[in-house]
């Protein structure tokens, strides 16, 4: 599974990095990015979460 934050959408809400804070942190630009590509199968529920729940749909998911 993989994953990006799409810059243009996303509000920097920080929602995600809460949510599972292993794949997501925050940019100096204050939106958030994927430290990584790849989504290790123990943070897969939690990035899932972390897309369902961000207010702007700025989290995609790739299976
Ligand atoms: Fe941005 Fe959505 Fe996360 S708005 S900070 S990608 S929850």
Excluded: N, Y
């Excluded at 809460?18 to 990015?33: G, H, L, N, R």
């Excluded at 897969?44 to 749909?57: L, T």
Aim: aromatic share 2%.
């Amino acid at each position: 599974m993989k994953t990006r934050v799409d810059p243009d959408l996303c509000t920097g809400c920080e929602l995600c990095v809460q949510t599972c804070p292993d794949v997501f942190e925050m940019t100096d630009d204050s939106v958030a990015q994927a430290k990584a590509e790849v989504v290790p199968e123990a943070q897969q529920g939690s990035c899932r979460e972390a897309a369902e729940d961000c207010p702007v749909e700025a989290i995609q998911i790739e299976d």
